[in-house]
């Protein structure tokens, strides 16, 4: 058998992970590539499907405060969560995610250099060569995770 190490994300990622820092604050943690499981529990009932998906599957970014509790997570998409399968999963993490009552944003590079953050109900674009947008990006990011959003677990 031969193994060798990789890097745990990739340069997007890098790069998203740094900004992400520079909007927290010391209170706050930033987690990457956690397992759902390892962040929330099963409270009941779930369907085997999502049962499967909950057990396998993990999220790009979690941001927990000091206690470790968590607060946001953040998805990483890129062109490849275009495709239908990968729609669908994240889908189910959505599902997940807003059950268990933590909020979520997604963020994605669009054309030339343009930070796209969203979620389900609104979107800021922040400009990575000028900083145009980057302290709305910012204040979006800090709304979600804060405690008046935050659902104890």
Known sequence: MSLKPKRLINT??????????????????????????????????????????????????LITNQDYKPCLVIEFQSSYHDSLEARK?????????????????????????LLQLYSHSEEVVFNLFTGEGRENARNLIRKYYTPSIFVNV
């Open 89 to 113: 999963r994240d889908t189910k993490k959505a599902t997940l995610l807003t059950s268990a009552g933590i909020p979520f944003l997604y963020s994605r590079v669009k054309d030339f250099g």
């Open 12 to 61: 997007y990622e890098e790069r998203m992970l740094e900004f992400l820092q520079t909007c927290i604050d010391d209170n706050y943690k930033i987690h990457t590539q956690v397992s759902l499981c390892q962040f929330c529990e099963i409270n009941g009932f779930l369907d085997s499907e999502l049962k499967r998906f909950f057990f396998s599957s993990n999220v790009d970014a």
